[in-house]
């Protein structure tokens, strides 16, 4: 990861070598903290913060589900982050916003321990490789499962959930894939570790609802709404590994993956082995929408 100037903590511009927290930071030990994943671009209306209030929407709203006090509201943060983008001099990257409880509180019970809030940016390519977003990458069905509604709260970026994300990760990188679907305890497919995932089938889609566990991302929702507006049938209705071996295609969708396609789960060829035309067609309206080139889609885009 290549360094930026600032990071912006708790209102301030710190430089990127100073931005400590204390090794007793409540999060560090329990995982009490939140965070977002933002991409900013070049845009033809300058550089461009995808979906920035809907993502400091979700921080928010991610921060009251774990019970993390958060002051700064949804105007507060989406402005510092477009004070970060500009004091860095980027004109595309990821925002890396995190809440967590910070020193006060050594125990579980978090009562004292104060809240730290940071945004870190830097520049970041294709998050699974260009070559995965070309030729498709290979995914593994996991053998750890999606953490469940009863547990912890799937639909929010907790930090701590996210060990999850990472041991599903690991076992798939150590099995030679690229990427894991995790299922979730019904057996139902939820999501990759860090994107939600489609299938296509017969000329449609279909993706798991929220209700099988799923963090509901906002690339996932923007590709529906691309392809919905463009006469495809988008289904959210519950899928078996049986439908991913079945499936004419497959892709991911994330703001650090953006549309990724899938050539391979468990070993086995997804349609022809290589990206089809609605994963193509996903790629390019997305690409298009994010710099703000589609002009039914501009809201989309905030302006630095
Ligand atoms: N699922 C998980 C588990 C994720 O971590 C992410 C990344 N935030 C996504 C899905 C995709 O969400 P979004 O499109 O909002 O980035």
Redesign the pocket.
Known sequence: MEATKFIWMNGDMVPWDEARIHVLSHALHYGTGVF???RAYQTTMGVGIF?LT??ME?LRFSARAYGIALEHSVDQLAKAARELIAANEMEDGYLRPVAHLGLGSVGLNPTGAATNVFIAAWRWGAYLGEEGVRNGIKARVSSWR?IERSMMV?AA?GTGS?LN?VLAKSEALQSGADEALLLNAQGHVA??????VFIVRGGALFTPPPGDG?????????VMTLLRDQGFGVHEVSQTRGDLYGADEVFL?????EVTPVREIDSRPVGEGSPGPITRLAQELFAKAVRGELDAYRGWVEPV
Not at 191 to 196: A, D, K, L, P
């Open positions: 977002e994943g933002i979906r809907d993502h979700r999606r799937p970026k996210y994300s999501e990759g570790s860090g994107e939600n799923i963090l509901n991302g906002f690339t996932r929702q923007t969708t994330g703001t650090a993956a």
